[in-house]
Structure formats: structure tokens, C-alpha cells
């Protein structure tokens, strides 16, 4: 009888405290499913592939690392709920955001309770993340405001063959419209015009009568930042319109699949992670992970979730057993993460900067003549200093 | 003139979706707030079948069509069939919980990414030149599309048996019984045809835009449109989209954008104020809402 009740306490009693013990647990909050799920759901399993792919390998330090990801639907009441359940039942080392910004208040709120870092992976890096950054606020996400606009108006000017007349177009969402007015500023610092700027609802059915302002203001430059939906249906209605300028867009998750789908070599798109066009010796690992945890999206989409799980690796390998949140916060203080190509160079985090020390940008296009994807301006550096 | 071609498309993508809305309110009384959901399942439908009959893409689009028609249809038979005799608000709410239910089973069945039913199907969308101005082929055929559609269902309803019996069930449904008429069968045709407009609006939306999730909320969009023409008013859903398309078009253009988000809401509050019926709809029936 004594020996029966043993068994059933056993087996009532929670699985993830015990297992806590012998793994590193980290905890998702994410846009699994919803509107925006496209942005965000392929991060986190592109992630949570690269660690179970590490786990396969031995784990880190001699221990398993177990996500335990949940979907906040990209709600702030659900994304709060998360990261209640994901500190009191599962006792995660560390937060994951993966989700809009409008989920972040909850989470870092949470964090700040728990005394337990808080990393944004393919979600937008928030301010906090920059120098001098938030003890608790980490980010390796392609895209970081400023720097962007900072990057893609430097290629401008470099590739202008006259005079810049410059069209702006984001999204009616805080941080895109953000973005579009610095950049506006910063195009009459760098001498340019800006001639228009349209800022779209989300979504909206015809993004023509946009487009047509924007067209009929003649710009022979535009620069887009805002989530893909917005930036292509613009370009494509201002085309359609017979505008024939130049159009430079921020490279999303689904860049490479779509300048190929999209084929004008007008069409540039600016980032910070390499495409499966380079054909590194990591997007080989990349494509095996993928069809081992038979990944449902394209192989393309995978490089950010690569890029934090490299990122988690190499924090979790600095986080001496047994870990607690205040030594993964310390690893995280000071680690520097060697990319493998997918990016311009290593992604090093500092007391201060919890963002990265440098940012490179890569520029690509279509190349009609060559019937692919090319270069159209190799890693560019910005020093990340404010 | 590129400014009326604006409009034109914007009322036509608005006026196909809300003669669904249409469509059932006025047979059934029944406003369906899952129509957001059957308009992007209509979408998928052809994206779907665009990968099934690859190469034969009018079979793919017939197929899509009465694969919307037949959706409809089931959706009645499976769902609001049970709600004949309960109150409207019990019907309202099931279309609730139907649009949750479709919203995340088109989630788990085709994923998240943006499809491009157009290029499944082996065509572009070229620009077309109308008198100086640009239109796309698939907006040019979503306007012509909403003409007919509108010409196809004002004969229906004017001039055959199933029409009168329709309009006839609309009004007055127990006497409809009573005459014989089969309010069962009425309202499965109207939840089929409305399925299939709003199909056929997000198939073509999908062809020109590309094909994702926020295709809901362009359905929630076409509402002002329904209920500023009048609810139970196919004209009226013509006018109201019309002039909703036109406000929005004209302030993108010569005051700011971001209007463009509010004005829809902003000419319902006015005609709610001031004629809580709608341009076009019928008083009694409204004040039942």
C-alpha cells in the first residue's frame, strides 16, 4: 500500500520542477498562431530545432536544454499569463519574447519581479536593449531602429546616380512610423529630399490609392521599414502604376523567397542576416535541423531562429552548473557569439549593450540577367554606440 | 481619372464582400460575424485547388467556387440550422465561435506563411491602361466580377421561383411557411450564395494581394459599407460602399492617410445617428436590431 500511494505521489507531482534539475530551462512567450504568427512562429522552431539538435549532441555542459514555448497569440493579457506559468510552475532561466511589442510591457514587468533576463529573439529590439541598456533586456534581432534607416539611406546616397528624391512608406503601427519619420530627418541631413511619405493602415484591401500619392510625388528613391504585407504590396502598386524608380525594403524572414518571386531588379532588400543564397557551411546544418525536426517552413525563414539559438548556446555554455538566473545574467553580461556567416560578424553583448556592439548590413536584388538573387552591397559596419 | 479607378476597385472589393452580409441578414435576420473567415477560406479554397489541378487553372477556379457555395451551405446545415427559432443573438454568437473555429483551422491546415494563389495558378497580374489610368487585371476582373455578381443576383431575386421564394421568406417567414415555401432550404441557398460572394471576393483579394491571415479583417472592413447602405438592401450595400471607398480614397489623397483607418466608422456613426436604417434599408426591420 505504501509502496502504491509512492508511486502515485510520483507521479502527480510536477514534471517540470524535476526536470528543471537536470536541464536548462528556458520558457517562450510567442506569436505561435494568430495574425502575425508568419513573423514569428518560424524563430522559435528554428530555435527550438538548433537546441534539440545540440541536445542530440550531448547538450551543453553534460545537460540537456529544454524550451518550454507557449503561445501568447501576440495578446499582452496572454503573453502576461505566459510568463507568470513559465516563472512559477516551469522556474525558467531566462524569458523569451518572441511576439509584437505591444506583449513586451507584461513580460519585462514579469522579468523585473522574477529578477530573471529577458531575451527578444526575432521580436523588434526594444530602446532598452541599446546603450545604456536595462540590466534584464537582451536582443539579437535582425532589425534595429535607426541603424536601419541609418544603413539603407547610406546605400542610397552611395548608388544614386542623381539626386535623391525620396518616397517613405511604413505601417500605422508605432515603431514602423517611428523609424519613417527619423528617416525622413536623416534623409535632409544626408542631402536627399524626401518628396512623400504614406503611412498604411494594418491591413489595408488596396494599397493602390497609397501608392498612387506616393507616385505622383515622383520620388526616384523609396525606403520602406515596416512588416513585409505593407513594404511589397506598395512596391508592387507603385509599379503597377508605372513607377519606375528604386525601392529598398528591410529583408523579413521571407526576403529570399520573395525577390525571387518578385523579379525586378529595381527591388532591393537590406539586412543583417545572410541568405541561403551564400551557401555557407552552417545553412547545410541548417537544412539538416530542419528536415530532422521536419520543420514546416521554408529553410529560408530559419536564419533568425539559428541566430538565437547559436546565441543561447553560447550563454548556456557560459552558465556554470547548477545555473540560476543571476549567473545566466552574467554570462550574458559579457558573451560573444561567433555566427558562423550568418551575419557580418560575431554578436558580442556587453554590460551596457545588450544589443550588439556592431551591426553590419548586406544589400540584395535581382539580377535578371543572371536569373538569381545578388549582391548588391557586401557587409557595411555600424559601430552601435548610443 | 487614376483616382475614380481607385475608388472603383475599393467600392467593388467592399461591395462583393458585404452582399454577403447582405444576403443573410435579409432572409434570415442573422448578421454573420464569421463572414471575415468564410471570405479567407474561400481564398484558401482556390489556393488550394490552384496546387491540386496545377496547370488547369479554370478547373481550379470552378472548383474554388462551388467549393465556397458547398461551405456555405454546410455551415448551415451543420451549425445554424440549429439555431432556426432561437434568438438572434444565439445565431450571432455561433457565428462567433464558427469565425474563432475557422480562424484557426486554416492556421493548422495551411500554415502562416503568404501564399500566392495567382502565380499557383500560372498567371500575372499585368497593368492594364484604362484611359490614362492603371488598373491590374485581377482589379479589373473583381470589378466586373462585382457587376455581375450584383446583375446575377438582382435577376435571381427579381425573376426566378427560388428568388421570390427568397425575398418572400425575407419578409415574412411564417407566412412563407404557411404558402409552402421551405425556409430550410432558403436559408441553406443564402448562406451558400453569400459564401460564395465572399469567396469569390477573398479568392480574387488573394490574387492580387497575395493570400494571409489579415484577409479577416478586411472582411470586418466591408462592414460599415453593409450597414451604411442598409442591412437588408443589396442596393444600399452597392451605395454604402461606394461612399465609404470614396471617403477613404479621397482623404488618402488630399488630407492624410491615416484617416483612411477611422473614416469608414466615422460616416457609419453619422448614418447611425442619423438614419439608424441605412441609406437603402427597410426602418422596421432595423429597429428589430
Redesign the interface.
Known amino acids: 500500500m505504501k509502496k502504491m500511494l509512492f508511486t502515485m505521489l510520483t507521479a502527480v507531482l510536477p514534471l517540470g520542477a524535476a526536470q528543471a534539475q537536470d536541464a536548462y530551462v528556458l520558457g517562450v512567450s510567442g506569436a505561435m498562431?494568430?495574425?502575425v504568427?508568419?513573423n514569428y512562429?518560424p524563430v522559435v522552431e528554428a530555435m527550438k530545432a538548433y537546441l534539440e539538435h545540440v541536445n542530440s549532441r550531448g547538450g551543453i555542459n553534460g545537460r540537456q536544454v529544454r524550451v518550454v514555448v507557449l503561445d501568447d497569440q501576440a495578446q499582452p493579457s496572454r503573453a502576461a499569463a505566459n510568463a507568470k506559468q513559465l516563472l512559477a510552475q516551469e522556474g525558467v532561466l531566462m524569458l523569451i519574447n518572441s511576439s509584437l511589442s505591444s506583449t513586451y510591457a507584461p513580460m519585462v514587468a514579469e522579468s523585473k519581479r522574477a529578477g530573471v533576463p529577458l531575451y527578444f529573439a526575432g521580436a523588434v529590439c526594444p530602446t532598452e536593449t541599446y546603450p545604456p541598456a536595462d540590466p534584464l533586456q537582451f536582443c539579437s534581432t535582425a532589425f534595429g531602429a535607426r541603424l536601419d534607416s541609418q544603413a539603407a539611406l547610406g546605400f542610397i546616397r552611395k548608388n544614386a546616380k542623381e539626386s535623391v528624391r525620396l518616397g517613405l512608406a511604413a505601417m500605422?503601427i508605432p515603431i514602423s512610423r517611428g523609424e519613417i519619420d527619423y528617416a525622413e530627418g536623416l534623409s535632409k541631413t544626408m542631402g536627399m529630399t524626401p518628396v512623400e511619405k504614406?503611412?498604411?493602415?494594418?491591413?489595408?484591401?488596396?494599397?493602390?490609392?497609397?501608392a498612387?500619392?506616393l507616385k505622383d510625388a515622383s520620388p526616384n528613391w523609396m525606403w520602406s521599414w515596416a512588416p513585409?504585407?505593407a513594404q511589397v504590396?506598395t512596391f508592387?502598386a507603385m509599379?503597377?502604376?508605372?513607377w519606375q524608380g528604386s525601392y529598398v525594403t528591410w529583408a523579413h524572414l521571407?526576403a529570399e523567397e520573395e525577390l525571387a518571386?518578385i523579379k525586378d531588379p529595381g527591388f532591393y532588400v537590406i539586412g543583417t542576416n545572410a541568405l541561403l543564397e551564400d551557401d555557407l557551411p552552417i545553412h547545410a546544418e541548417i537544412r539538416a535541423v530542419a528536415a530532422k525536426a521536419r520543420l514546416?517552413?521554408?529553410v529560408s525563414?530559419l536564419t533568425e531562429g539559428f541566430v538565437a539559438g547559436l546565441v543561447l548556446e553560447q550563454v548556456l555554455r557560459n552558465t556554470p552548473w547548477p545555473p540560476a538566473p543571476q549567473k545566466v545574467l552574467a554570462a550574458m553580461n559579457n558573451v560573444k557569439v561567433d555566427l558562423k556567416g550568418l551575419r557580418g560578424g560575431p554578436l558580442e553583448w556587453t554590460k551596457d549593450n545588450h544589443f550588439r556592439t556592431r551591426q553590419h548590413y548586406r544589400v540584395w536584388r535581382w539580377d535578371p540577367q543572371a536569373n538569381r538573387i545578388v549582391r548588391a552591397q557586401d557587409w557595411q559596419a555600424i559601430e552601435v554606440k548610443r | 481619372m487614376?483616382?475614380a479607378v481607385?475608388i472603383l476597385?475599393?467600392a467593388s472589393?467592399?461591395a462583393l464582400i458585404a452582399c454577403g452580409y447582405v444576403l443573410i441578414y435579409r432572409v434570415s435576420r442573422v448578421l454573420s460575424l464569421a463572414h471575415g473567415e468564410l471570405m479567407m477560406l474561400g481564398a484558401y479554397g482556390l489556393y488550394a485547388t490552384a496546387s491540386l489541378f496545377s496547370g488547369h487553372p479554370w478547373i481550379a477556379i470552378g472548383a474554388a467556387v462551388g467549393l465556397a457555395a458547398a461551405v456555405g451551405v454546410a455551415v448551415y446545415l451543420a451549425l445554424m440550422w440549429r439555431m432556426t427559432g432561437e434568438s438572434v443573438l444565439a445565431a450571432v454568437l455561433a457565428t462567433i465561435a464558427l469565425g474563432i473555429l475557422l480562424r484557426?483551422a486554416m492556421?493548422l491546415a495551411f500554415?502562416?506563411?503568404?501564399q500566392?494563389p495567382l502565380?499557383d495558378l500560372g498567371w500575372q497580374?499585368a497593368?492594364l491602361d484604362l484611359g490614362g489610368a492603371?488598373?491590374?487585371a485581377v482589379?479589373l476582373t473583381l470589378v466586373i466580377s462585382t457587376v455581375v455578381v450584383y446583375g446575377a443576383l438582382a435577376l435571381f431575386l427579381r425573376a426566378s421561383r427560388w428568388g421570390i421564394r427568397m425575398r418572400a421568406a425575407g419578409q415574412h417567414p411564417l407566412l412563407a411557411a404557411q404558402r409552402g415555401i421551405g425556409l430550410h432550404g432558403i436559408y441553406a441557398l443564402a448562406w451558400g450564395l453569400a459564401t460564395l460572394t465572399g469567396g469569390l471576393a477573398g479568392m480574387l483579394?488573394a490574387a492580387?494581394?497575395?493570400l494571409?491571415?489579415?484577409?479577416?479583417?478586411?472582411g470586418l472592413?466591408a462592414f460599415p459599407a453593409a450597414l451604411v447602405g442598409g442591412l437588408d438592401s443589396l442596393v444600399g450595400a452597392l451605395a454604402g460602399s461606394l461612399i465609404i471607398a470614396a471617403a477613404?480614397?479621397l482623404l488618402?489623397?488630399y488630407v492624410d492617410?491615416?484617416l483612411?483607418?477611422v473614416v469608414p466608422f466615422v460616416v457609419l456613426l453619422v448614418m447611425l445617428v442619423i438614419r439608424p436604417w441605412g441609406l437603402f434599408g427597410t426602418r422596421e426591420e432595423l429597429d428589430r436590431v
Open positions: 498562431t494568430g495574425p504568427a508568419g512562429a500605422a504614406q503611412i498604411t493602415p494594418p491591413p489595408t484591401p488596396d494599397y493602390t490609392p497609397f498612387t500619392r513585409w504585407v504590396r508592387e509599379r503597377r502604376l508605372g521571407n518571386r514546416s517552413h521554408p525563414y | 487614376q483616382l481607385n476597385v475599393l472589393i467592399y484557426g492556421i500554415g502562416t506563411q503568404t500566392h502565380r497580374n497593368s492603371r488598373i491590374s482589379a483579394i492580387d494581394a497575395g494571409e491571415s489579415t484577409l479577416v479583417i478586411i472592413k477613404e480614397v488618402i489623397h492617410p491615416l483612411s483607418e
